[in-house]
């Protein structure tokens, strides 16, 4: 059954109020707390994107084209589209050559206001390069190019890149393949449905891959996690949640469309997820400042970067203050 997460009130008057379910794994991937359901089963959408990274790492893309640090962070990315992010998907796609069509994904403007004004006043176009998705697309293009795949139907389930992915999924989040639901993503991708637990377990192991046994998938972890904490603005951009985690060295972070969100914390060994039934992701500082909070992290400058950036006063078009929002729920231990 879900709980209630967080309430938002406007003169006093509970306007809003969401409702979901939080788990927390310890590193033998057991649930350690909760609260609503830790085996609800929810869709990963991009909180999956540092998972679907690891096929490609662990095969040694980044020496077969010599990429950057920031270019594998983009491959994880849900980008907004600022002029860092574009600069280094076009170095992605010079470095592998492939052509910006053969991107599934559509066409869009950036999802940042201020890059996305500037095209339009530019009377620019919507690439697919400016899709949030667009780093991932790339990689699994680049890797398919680099092992002599296909590049048509790349997006396809049974195309031999998506099944890596997919045992690499289950292999992490400690399933077997047949008990992962395959959707497909707003990006045109397959996308894995599974219990949160088994997503906590996974974040468990980005954040601490000596409990991963096959080397070179650890290896790719490493690679993969150092890229995203070194390089935190091309996860997600200018005040997000998964940039403002990732400045911190302890956590590896990242959310995903519809309200699911994921960390890992590398000292304290847990996994964590959380998922807003109501799809809303602007609740996600909240949640995870008060998940820190209860669970006792030690490190106050990210938790005040959260509550810097995710104020929960409310306040209208013209600044004034008309609002509040409480986080309600509190964390049962196992």
Not at 23 to 29: A, D, P, T, Y
Not at 49 to 64: E, G, V, W
Not at 147 to 174: D, F, R
Not at 195 to 213: G, S
Request: net charge negative; with cysteine; charged share 25%.
């Amino acid at each position: 059954m879900e709980t209630m997460l967080v309430k938002e009130y406007r003169a006093d008057v509970m306007e809003c109020a969401h409702s979901g379910h939080i788990c927390i794994v310890n590193e033998e991937g057991k649930v350690e707390a909760y609260a609503g359901d830790p085996n609800y089963v929810t869709f990963t959408r991009s909180s999956a994107k540092p998972l679907q990274a690891i096929p490609a790492i662990r095969a040694q893309l980044a020496n077969h084209y010599h990429l950057t640090d920031e270019e594998i962070a983009i491959m994880t990315a849900s980008h907004r589209g600022e002029h860092e992010h574009q600069e280094t998907l076009i170095n992605l796609l010079n470095k592998t050559g492939i052509g910006e069509d053969r991107l599934v994904c559509a066409s869009s403007y950036p999802l940042d206001d201020e890059a996305r004004h500037s095209l339009i006043r530019n009377r620019s176009n919507k690439r697919k390069l400016h899709h949030n998705c667009a780093g991932k697309h790339l990689g699994l293009l680049a890797y398919s190019q680099m092992k002599g795949y296909t590049l048509e139907g790349y997006e396809n389930p049974n195309h031999p890149v998506q099944q890596e992915i997919l045992n690499t999924v289950a292999y992490m989040s400690g399933l077997s393949t047949d008990e992962i639901i395959l959707g497909t993503d707003g990006c045109g991708l397959p996308v894995f449905a599974l219990p949160m637990h088994a997503l906590a377990t996974a974040y468990m192991k980005l954040a601490c891959p000596d409990r991963i046994e096959d080397e070179a998938t650890r290896l790719a972890v490493e690679k993969i996690t150092k890229a995203m904490n070194a390089h935190p603005f091309m996860v997600a951009g200018s005040g997000r949640v998964d940039t403002l985690l990732l400045q911190d060295k302890n956590i590896v972070a990242k959310g995903g469309f519809k309200g699911v969100y994921c960390f890992g914390l590398k000292e304290e060994r847990l996994g964590i997820t959380f998922k807003i039934l109501d799809g809303s992701e602007e609740e996600w500082g909240y949640v995870a400042e008060s998940i820190l909070d209860q669970i006792g992290y030690k490190n106050k400058a990210t938790m005040d970067r959260l509550k810097e950036a995710y104020t929960k006063d409310i306040y209208n078009d013209g600044g004034q203050k008309v609002g509040r929002a409480e986080t309600v729920f509190t964390l049962q231990r196992v």
